[in-house]
Nanobody, 123 residues
């Protein structure tokens, strides 16, 4: 079974930056589409960004376009989310997800999930 572990979360001031990492093991990482989702207290888990198996195609939620960048390094079995110009509304637990298929923004399409990492943005 594929195992995913997120890291890089923390507390940052509004306007600051963080880079999240997702380390994968137990599967053929290079053949999986990957995604980031986030969940704020009392809210549903929402799509943030996704990347295809080779790293040439990406998709972003409208709320993060121009601020977040998703990438992957298949040689290291790792996916990243660079978050710039962070806003208080970005505060959430961020989850890494993997799917043995094409890029998608649907939560239910992803079969593998990490435990999440907390991102808190203060004003």
């Amino acid at each position: 079974q594929v195992q995913l572990v997120e890291s890089g979360g923390g507390l940052v001031q509004a306007g600051g930056s963080l880079r999240l990492s997702c380390a994968a093991s137990g599967g053929d990482f290079s053949r999986y589409a990957m995604g980031w989702f986030r969940q704020a207290p009392g809210k549903e888990r929402d799509f943030v960004a996704a990347i295809n198996w080779i790293g040439t195609g990406t998709a972003y939620a409208e709320s993060v376009k121009g601020r977040f960048t998703i990438s992957r390094d298949n040689a290291k079995n790792t996916m990243y989310l660079q978050m710039n110009n962070l806003k208080p509304e970005d505060t959430a637990v961020y989850y890494c997800a993997a799917r043995n298929g094409v890029l998608t923004n649907r939560l239910l399409d992803y079969g593998y999930w990490g435990q999440g990492t907390q991102v808190t943005v203060s004003s």
